[in-house]
């Protein structure tokens, strides 16, 4: 992409169109050149939205974060841009450095700001801060399914917390709240509440190949491999991941043969096979244990 000279940016829309276009190809080094290039000149750009905007889209969060220390306009928009692009490169502590540096000038943080400090929470475990931006989300009513989703995810392993926020909110639910769900029921070894959920979800259109794993390692967890079972042959997406889950149960009932049987019945890649085999030979008498190694290993040669 061509540098265009800073001294044709002196006016908004041809500002902004030239920091679309970076955003859109990805191309922040050539926005952030630019931007440079007009502070060097004394001719400082009419926004700087766009080029955060631009670093965010490409991830560069330390660029987004010099942009915003020279200050400018509209704070609110400007540091929910530059903590979303701190979040997402698990910079999440300098995220919410943010959002506290907002506050303390006064400046009272608005939605997509406090939506991006939820995700940075996520991203740092830190779910107490993270229910507490969501209630100042849920008071001014501006909670929407991107704050949910990212305050579930914070929760993993408080499966009750995150039902009891949920619940209220199945309505505007979609495939990530029930992923995020499950992971926390799957954190908590809650596999009969994890099996129900499912069920919900998939009625609905809206639990996928994340929440199926979820939902079998829940089971495979509690040696439920019957229930792994039952719910790989219902499922029509399944990958290596939820096949893996079911041997493992199998390994830990001592259920080989069934696993064997299974991956007969669906192909499954020998290396899962003979990592679940080898799981289950750990267990084993040791006169017994290479017994299921060499069953899988003739089971593999010979598809």
């Not at 002196?10 to 080094?29: E, F, G, H, I, L």
């Not at 766009?50 to 220390?69: D, K, M, T, V, Y």
């Not at 096979?273 to 750990?282: I, N, R």
């Amino acid at each position: 992409m061509e540098l265009p000279a800073s001294g044709r940016l002196q006016d908004a829309p041809s500002w902004n169109a030239v920091m679309t276009a970076c955003q859109a190809a990805a191309q922040w080094r050539v926005a952030l050149g630019i931007y440079s290039d007009a502070r060097a000149r004394g001719r400082l750009p009419p926004s700087r939205l766009a080029l955060l905007s631009a670093c965010e889209r490409g991830s560069a969060w330390r660029a987004a974060l010099q942009i915003f220390a020279h200050g400018g306009e509209a704070v609110e928009k400007a540091a929910a841009t530059t903590m979303t692009a701190c979040s997402r490169m698990l910079q999440w502590e300098l995220s919410l450095g943010l959002l506290a540096e907002v506050r303390s000038a006064r400046i009272r943080p608005d939605a997509r700001s406090l939506t991006a400090g939820i995700a940075a929470c996520e991203r740092g475990r830190r779910w107490v801060a993270a229910l507490a931006l969501f209630a100042e989300l849920a008071a001014a009513d501006a909670d929407d399914i991107v704050a949910l989703n990212a305050v579930l995810g914070a929760l993993a392993g408080h499966w009750r917390l995150a039902l009891l926020l949920a619940s209220p909110r199945m309505d505007m639910a979609m495939e990530g709240t029930y992923h995020a769900i499950l992971g926390a029921l799957e954190t908590s070894s809650r596999w009969w509440q994890a099996i129900h959920l499912f069920h919900a979800g998939r009625r609905e259109g809206r639990c996928g190949i994340v929440g199926l794993n979820s939902a079998c390692s829940s089971l495979e967890k509690a040696i439920k491999w019957e229930l792994v079972l039952s719910l790989l042959q219902g499922s029509v997406g399944r990958d290596v991941i939820s096949y893996t889950a079911l041997l493992a149960a199998c390994s830990r009932a001592m259920r080989w043969q069934q696993a064997l049987a299974f991956r007969e019945a669906t192909g499954l890649l020998g290396a899962a096979l003979l990592s679940a085999a080898a799981q289950l030979a750990g267990h084993c008498e040791p006169l017994q244990a290479p017994l299921p190694l060499k069953c899988c290993r003739d089971q593999c040669s010979s598809a």
